[in-house]
């Protein structure tokens, strides 16, 4: 009987789908009914914030000061051009990136399994590390041990996003993202930073004992790293942006809509550029104030956040300004925003891992369960995002090394999808929806920054280059 009524409800819910689905692409939203519409982008603002910006830019500050400065703008900025061509993508064609990926030419599939195999490690190594850092702040509310709370977390964040809807995610990130944002900027307007100090951080310059395993973790995972700027295209996509609210099972081909449809496809680009823009607006906000509360709190002490201590030194960044309440407010912000940021990467993963699998079957004629995204979607879940993060963790216990693994593979991972999203919205999209010149090329330096860092780090890795580069 249970079973029987499951069918009817999974019945009336895709007949309904298809009652709502649009005969053509649907008009933008305009004026005030434009700011329900940045879910999308909070969620992706959030979805590094625990490791790019809690975590990794005091670590840098307290290490490096001010020093580098000029790289988190840049990182920010530049990551900023690269976010707008993977929603372009899926705004003007209703479909994923790893969808746009699979058309490439070469052999079958060639980007998808590019793109998959590298983040199978991200996704385990990222989990884990997010979970575990959020775990040194609730051992110091509750007692406990670190290995125990992280297990609970990574169980109980898989058990929302499995059981959850999208919505639930976007407004719960959408919240914590504003509020820890607020309470940052304001502690680090009542520092005050050293002015000149910050502002030699504007000029290009490698502190000369930087260690490049510090500093390319940080720049891939600021803001978004590879996975975290493909995820924004499921989430434009779940939303239903642009030709994504037609609910097409091929993507859409705006060299044959009507110009009408691409005038409203230019108006959806333009409302996801908004959205794009003042989610990186508030990471650069919150990114810059806890460089400078590391730099003016935690540098001068020599203080560094390191593994299961992550919590109690970060702690003090508030602790030193306002006492025991500075103190708990920030262990507070720790975990929420850690467990949040978990909560986005189990979404994000699970969208895409589900996506390329499907795609991946399909290629091989495999038809079933297995091309079905919403049991692949929780499969994953289950599996690549509770399980075997749990195992990870009880087996290394190091959150920051774990995050460190990540953020590289991230970083060295960014000028691939840079590049192929590029090649994509050249050759499947027309000429009045391509990005501009001016996109375009900043969207290449883009790719070109990461990619140096990346090299630098590899030929340090080898004993090629020392410390300084």
Request: glycine share 10%; charged share 10%; aromatic share 12%.
């Amino acid at each position: 009987m249970s079973s029987r009524n499951e069918y009817n409800s999974s019945a009336q819910t895709t007949a309904k789908q298809y009652e709502d689905k649009p005969e053509e692409v649907p008009k933008p939203p305009q004026g005030w009914k434009r700011l329900k519409w940045l879910g999308p982008s909070f969620l992706w603002m959030l979805s590094a914030a625990g490791s790019g910006e809690l975590l990794f830019t005091p670590r840098i500050a307290a290490l490096y000061g001010y020093s580098l400065l000029w790289a988190l703008l840049a990182a920010v900025i530049l990551k900023w051009f690269i976010n707008r061509e993977v929603g372009r993508f899926s705004v003007c064609t209703g479909a994923t990136i790893l969808e746009g990926f699979r058309r490439l030419p070469g052999p079958k599939n060639w980007a998808i399994w590019l793109i998959l195999v590298p983040q199978v490690v991200v996704a385990i190594a990222t989990v884990a590390g997010l979970s575990g850092a959020a775990a040194t702040a609730l051992i110091l509310m509750t007692g406990g041990t670190v290995q125990l709370w992280t297990v609970i977390i990574i169980a109980v964040t898989a058990a929302i996003v499995f059981l959850g809807q999208y919505k639930t995610v976007e407004k719960i990130s959408s919240y914590i993202g504003i509020a820890r944002t607020v309470a940052v900027v304001a502690a680090a307007i009542f520092v005050f930073p050293n002015l000149k100090n910050l502002g030699a951080g504007l000029l290009p310059q490698m502190p000369s004992d930087v260690q490049y395993q510090e500093i390319l973790p940080w720049l891939g995972f600021m803001l978004a790293g590879a996975a975290g700027l493909m995820w924004y295209s499921y989430w434009v996509d779940a939303r239903g942006y642009g030709a994504a609210a037609l609910k097409q099972e091929q993507p859409l081909e705006p060299n044959q809509i009507n110009e009408e449809e691409r005038d409203r496809l230019r108006g959806w680009i333009s409302l996801m550029t908004l959205s794009n823009t003042l989610a990186v607006v508030g990471a650069l906000l919150a990114a810059l104030s806890f460089l400078i509360l590391g730099g003016e709190l935690l540098y001068p002490q020599g203080l560094v956040p390191t593994e299961n201590q992550v919590a109690e030194t970060l702690g003090s960044l508030l602790g030193n300004l306002w006492g025991p309440f500075g103190f708990w407010f920030m262990i507070a912000i720790v975990f929420i925003t850690f467990c949040s940021t978990t909560l986005s990467v189990q979404d994000g993963f699970g969208r895409m891992f589900a996506d390329g699998t499907n795609i991946l079957c399909q290629g091989f004629g495999v038809q079933g369960r297995w091309t079905n995204e919403k049991f692949l979607r929780k499969a994953y879940i289950v599996g690549l995002l509770a399980v075997l993060p749990i195992g990870i963790y009880l087996f290394f216990g190091q959150p920051i090394a774990l995050l460190q693994l990540a953020g590289g593979i991230e970083a060295a991972h960014i000028p691939i999808v840079t590049g192929l999203t590029l090649y994509l919205n050249h050759q499947m999209l027309p000429k009045d929806l391509q990005p501009s010149k001016f996109t375009w090329a900043g969207t290449a330096i883009a790719g070109l920054f990461f990619a140096v860092f990346a090299m630098i780090y590899l030929l340090q890795l080898l004993g090629v280059m020392g410390s300084g580069g």
